[in-house]
């Protein structure tokens, strides 16, 4: 039994709806990473510095005790993970997009530094947080990709390229 058409094309727009939500929130969460990953990593690596003291290029085993350290350890890590999602999120979309969008990492690292770290956040830092926030906002709303149209060639040099690519022979 054959279904009807505006079944079929009910089917076809519910498939293709899905798929946009399914990449759509895969984008998503990639720029969540990117913003966790990066507060977290940077967090955990300034709470292993401030255990392990000062370090010296200059002094090799002050640098290997420090990474040593499972703080410094783990924030290494989280940040090898940043770089993962961060070159993801560059493979898809433009760094005017993803930089921006990121950007938000700065609001959950002052919350960690304050809440976490116990750390002193002015109230200039917040406020320059909140601008990066509004501005986010407005980045947010463009597009996330930058296309680029090729110019129009004239018929003349795709004969030349034809009878490039085929030895001559067309």
Known sequence: MRQPESAILSTSFHRRSWR???LTFRKYLVLAGVTVFAAAGDSMLSHGMKQTGSISLHHLPSV??????????????LLLAFFATYTTALSWADLT???????????????????????HVSPLRWLG??????????????????????????????????????????
């Open 20 to 22: 946009f939500f399914s």
């Open 64 to 77: 290997i005790l420090a990474v040593l350290n499972p703080w410094v350890a783990g924030g290494i890590v």
């Open 97 to 119: 997009y993803v930089l921006p969008a990121t950007s938000l990492g700065y609001v959950l690292l002052a919350l960690l530094a304050r809440f976490v770290l116990h750390e």
């Open 129 to 170: 947080i909140a601008l990066i926030t509004g501005g986010v906002g407005f980045v947010a709303g463009g597009p996330e990709i930058t296309i680029h149209h090729k110019a129009a060639v004239p018929a003349q040099a795709d004969e030349a390229q034809v009878a490039a690519a085929t030895g001559g022979q067309s």
